[in-house]
């Protein structure tokens, strides 16, 4: 099979991915997949890229600027706490009672999204400048 010596970033590249993990790294492989696979979803997408680029949000907040359904807003941002990409927080209100519940995103969620997602979309112009056959060289 022929590599892309151009993909070969940094140096050596390790036969078994999970050998690219620091010795001491703090989530595994497969932690680091979860992460990625779960922002693969639309909704879910659309919650950390709300939590990253606008702050924190309490469920009401979010479920007004998404217009989805409470339980719907429920089980995807579940799925994000699941894998550590955004975290509930809650703390109390001046004159209010209670605790106000909010959720923000964690500096994995900030990462992954930025630097993952957003950076591939934003490049999508350079991509296109990159592959495209109709222009003279």
Known sequence: MATNPTRAVGGDIPDDPED???DD??????????????VGHRTRYEILYRLVHSGDR??????EAMNIDDSTLHYHLNKLLDVSLVEK???TERGQDGL???YRATIFGEVTLTEGVDELIRGEQE???MYDSSVDE
């Open 89 to 91: 927080r809650q703390r």
């Open 25 to 38: 790294s703090v989530l595994t492989l497969e932690e680091y997949l979860e992460m990625h696979a779960a």
């Open 127 to 129: 991509f296109e400048e």
């Open 100 to 102: 106000y519940t909010y």
């Open 58 to 63: 309490s469920p009401k907040e979010l479920e």
């Open 20 to 22: 690219l993990l620091p």
